[in-house]
């Protein structure tokens, strides 16, 4: 069996994979670390853990990345994902598996970029879908023609059997890195904007002094925050953040990422939705605004305390040919975060230690689609099969319509050529192209 393994791609093909990941189309809880991202300290993004507030961001400063086209683009990972659903079971996850149509480089790792039997797979989940759909129109009224169907009713019907789709429409996320900033706390306990300071030790424990601008000594003070995988839906990156984060530039240089604020402050209630559902930490997601703060006024405050020596703005260069970077005390602030950024938060990276993101082989994506969809044939065969017994009239109910389905399937899995049909314009089956407001991670 092929073994994935980070080591086997080279610097080089990072470019092509980030380009390709790029490039990939959608046609259409909570995300784990996997054990290699725990052990490696890696953290994402809770909207949960920051409902209702406001959070100070600093977004590093990631080497600069080129589209297919030589376009330089600033750094961020585009994932294809499919939720995967219990087959015949109504709204039962059972996790995520990500779409590796299309990347490329890969190949060292076991990977073609075809998608595996990921593709053939998605489309058998939207002909059980169809003959779900088919199958509920003719039990309840006596045909499956959508023109003489009331139109709400069978979008309804539709609506219901997405329920049970084994696998689900290909949603994009996008993926980039950010530090959580502490602040000080307003006096309501609220956070703010204002970053907070924290002395700056040495080796031995001692705080660290420095002269200010008039050359009085003090101690040296420092930011403090968590860095950590930051997931946007489709919507939100396009309407909320696209923009925003394209106004980073790549540079040779650390220290010269830009704070910003994530406002999730929720502005108000939906009206006549179900609060079991719709709960803080979706309202949050859905109110989030973002605001990249170049504003006079900040940028003040922070080349204040830059030049009273309290914080360096950084400016090392960042060689990654080194195996270390050593740079000075009044470099440490910000460029320390786009150093460990650029060491641990990469599309690689992601792809081995974020679960949802996690990149299979061919083989074991193959495997475990297989695992969980082995009878997918014989349920479309036998939801086929009770669907020309409707249409001949021969229509069974309750009890009746399980025994002779489970008789169907049984037939098929002694010989699968016994149920075929002559296959009918299927012009009748929905194609509904999801369009979901898949929120950040709670």
């Known amino acids: 069996m092929a073994k994935l393994s980070r080591n086997a791609l080279q610097k080089s093909d990072l470019s092509a994979l980030v380009s390709s990941m790029n490039q990939q189309k959608a046609k259409g809880g909570t995300s784990p670390l996997t054990d290699e991202g725990k052990e490696r300290g890696i953290n994402v993004f809770r909207v949960g853990d920051h409902k209702n507030q406001v959070v100070l961001v600093y977004i590093p400063c990631m080497p600069q990345m080129f589209d297919v086209d030589g376009n330089p683009t600033k750094y961020h990972a585009k994932v294809i994902t499919h939720g995967m659903n219990r087959l015949g079971a109504k709204d039962a996850y059972i996790g995520t598996i990500r779409s590796t149509k299309g990347l490329e480089g890969l190949e060292s790792m076991g990977i073609s970029g075809t998608g595996g039997k990921l593709p053939d797979y998605q489309a058998k989940a939207w002909d059980y879908k169809n003959l779900r759909d088919t199958h509920d129109m003719l039990i309840d009224f006596g045909t499956d023609d959508r023109t003489k169907i009331d139109e709400d009713k069978a979008k309804n019907i539709s609506k219901e059997n997405f329920k049970y789709m084994p696998i689900s429409n290909a949603e994009e996320s996008f993926w980039f890195p950010i530090v959580v900033v502490e602040t000080v706390p307003k006096k309501d306990g609220t956070p703010s904007l204002t970053p907070k300071l924290f002395e700056v030790l040495d080796e031995n424990g001692e705080p660290v002094k420095v002269k200010n601008a008039k050359g009085e000594w003090t101690t040296k003070k420092t930011y403090q925050g968590q ?97 270390t970077n050593e740079f000075s005390i009044d470099e440490e602030n910000l460029g320390k975060w786009d150093i460990e950024a650029r060491e641990l938060y990469d599309a690689i990276s992601l792809g081995f230690d974020v679960r949802q993101c996690q990149l299979l082989t061919d083989e074991d994506l193959n495997k475990e689609l297989d695992k969980n969809y082995k009878d997918l044939d014989a349920h479309i065969a036998r939801l086929q099969v009770e669907c020309d017994k409707l249409r001949s009239g021969q229509a069974s109910t309750g009890a009746q319509v399980t025994s002779s389905m489970d008789s169907a399937l049984e037939s098929y899995r002694e010989d699968p050529k016994a149920l075929e049909t002559t296959k009918e314009d299927d012009s009748a089956g929905v194609t509904v192209d999801e369009i979901e407001d898949d929120l950040e991670i709670e």
């Not at 406002?263 to 559902?277: L, P, Q, R, Y």
């Not at 997601?285 to 006079?296: G, M, R």
């Open 227 to 323: 860095l950590c995988w930051y997931k946007a839906s489709q919507k939100t990156w396009e309407e909320r953040l696209q923009k925003a984060i394209e106004t980073v530039g790549a540079s040779d240089f650390v220290g010269e990422g830009l704070f910003a604020k994530f406002d999730f402050s929720i502005k108000e209630k939906e009206d006549g939705k179900n609060n079991a559902v719709v709960n803080d930490t979706m309202r949050s997601a859905n109110n989030l605004q973002i605001e990249i703060l170049t504003d006079e006024a900040f940028l003040k405050r922070r080349n204040n305390a830059v030049k009273s020596g309290l914080v360096a703005k950084g400016g090392l260069t960042y060689n990654e040919d080194e195996d």
